[in-house]
């Protein structure tokens, strides 16, 4: 509280710290001063009241610990427990409930991850994906994100390149909550060749061509409407068994947008692939990034 200007705000800590102003009122009375004392008694009460079931719900929670063994270790990691998401939509969204948060581990088994790939710092990941269950028993995959190529991920999945969307609503906050097909015998890129070359003792082991075929098909399909990915790496394409041969598809498409139109994110992580592709934070997307990222993720794949 600062002279008449009253504020409250939220803070909550998951893997960062997220703030949040909420309420604000200038009490500087006059005519007004009877409403204005009202709508502070009333955000006020709503301030006790949440007070009370936070304490309630946390004198409840039981601490979580997660196992995590790798090739060179036994670490054991002590994970917050989360509050799943209660989305608030713009739309009548299909009945979920929320089973599990991915976290980095379940995108890179270890941090011994390809140079210029990805970060190696667990930290630097912000991921809001999450596994869950509609009415029907369907396991899914639901993510949030400020922003989403609904007519890149429907066009791909429509030529079996990409999940199947099944749903896609804006939730309170200005964020869209994406609920698409989860691939229950499908890697991403980076499991599949670490699962290979290390679990399997297969050094040197590369992706199928077929897989890179696949994703050279889905990049042609978007070049050919002006679209750009954005974001072709080895977490972003996940390899899957069907029928006797092995397939690849692209997921999240938070970046993808129409050619120097669209641009990157302001905050664009620091990667040797980035800019060897010539992409700058808030830089207008090119398709010659794209063909630029697809060479290199070539070299992961087999040439015939």
């Not at 909550?12 to 909420?22: A, F, N, R, S």
């Not at 890179?108 to 809001?128: A, H, I, R, W, Y």
């Not at 080895?234 to 006797?244: A, F, H, I, S, T």
Request: proline share 5%; with cysteine.
């Amino acid at each position: 509280m600062s002279s008449t200007l009253f504020e409250i705000g939220l803070t909550v800590m998951t893997e960062e710290l997220l703030v949040d102003d909420v309420f604000r009122i200038d009490i500087r009375g006059g005519r007004d001063l009877e409403n204005d004392t009202l709508t502070l008694a009333r955000a006020l009460q709503i301030v006790v009241d949440g007070v009370e079931s936070l304490m309630k719900y946390y004198n409840r929670l039981q601490t979580q610990v997660r196992v995590l063994i790798s090739v060179s270790q036994i670490c054991h990691y002590k994970c917050a427990d989360y509050l799943f998401p209660e989305p608030v939509c713009g739309d009548a969204p299909p009945s979920l409930t929320f089973l599990e948060k991915l976290s980095p581990t379940h995108v890179f088994p270890n941090l011994d991850v390809p140079e210029g790939q990805s970060t190696v710092k667990p930290s630097d990941f912000s991921m809001c994906l999450f596994r869950a269950r509609m009415q029907d028993g369907t396991i899914v995959m639901v993510k949030f994100t400020p922003r989403y190529n609904v007519e890149a991920h429907s066009l791909l999945a429509e030529a079996e390149l990409a999940p199947r969307l099944l749903h896609r609503t804006k939730v309170v906050g200005g964020w869209f909550m994406i609920v698409m097909e989860f691939l229950p015998n499908a890697q991403n890129a980076f499991t599949y060749l670490y699962d290979h070359q290390i679990q399997q003792s297969k050094p040197g082991h590369l992706l199928p061509r077929s897989v890179y075929l696949d994703i050279r098909e889905a990049l042609n399909i978007l070049h050919a409407i002006n679209l750009v990915f954005g974001d072709v790496r080895l977490q972003n394409v996940m390899v899957r068994e069907d029928k006797g041969s092995v397939r690849g598809c692209l997921v999240d498409f938070d970046w993808c947008g129409v050619a120097r139109e669209a641009r990157y994110p302001v905050f664009l992580t620091k990667l040797r692939s980035y800019d060897d592709a010539g992409m700058e934070a808030y830089g207008k997307m090119s398709i010659k990034h794209d063909e630029v990222l697809m060479e290199e993720f070539e070299n992961f794949c087999d040439a015939a």
